[in-house]
């Protein structure tokens, strides 16, 4: 069996590393450290350091809500300029060959319309209201 690669002072370094403000990824510690990425993991787990978000995840919260989420349509980005909230009986209108959209100029950044927008999305905050 290898001896296991742990001392004090490594310890030490992995525990400094990996709370740094640059948040260097595991395989970059164990690059400094001489280690792999997986003994960097089963270290930090053994102990006892805090779980890290994944940077994949920490990018993408801070991404700005641009995506239309209606379903039928699919993800859409960037500029949409009709309203898309479905108002009434969307499959009645596709049967009688309407465009079962809102069709009212939609604001920056949202599907929908000045209206909709506040319909469809509230602050956390209101709900605890
Ligand atoms: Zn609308």
Redesign the pocket.
């Known amino acids: 069996m290898t001896p296991s690669p742990w001392t004090a002072d490594l310890d030490a370094q992995l525990t400094r590393r990996w709370s740094d403000a640059d948040r260097p990824s595991c395989a970059q510690i164990g690059r400094d450290l001489g280690l792999t990425k997986n003994q960097i993991i089963g270290r930090a787990h053994r102990i006892g350091l805090p779980k890290r978000e994944s940077p994949v995840h920490t990018a993408r919260r801070k991404r700005p809500l641009r995506f239309c989420h209606d379903g039928h349509l699919g993800n859409r980005v960037g500029p949409i300029t009709d309203?898309?909230?479905i108002?009434g009986d969307p499959h009645g209108a596709a049967a009688r060959g309407e465009n079962p959209?809102?069709?009212?100029p939609?604001l920056p950044g949202s599907c929908?319309?000045?209206?909709?927008?506040a319909?469809c999305y509230t602050r956390a905050a209101e709900f605890a209201a």
């Not at 959209?101 to 009212?104: A, I, L, Q, S, T």
């Not at 929908?112 to 927008?117: E, I, W």
């Open positions: 309203c898309k909230f108002a959209f809102c069709g009212e939609s929908y319309c000045a209206d909709h927008h319909v």
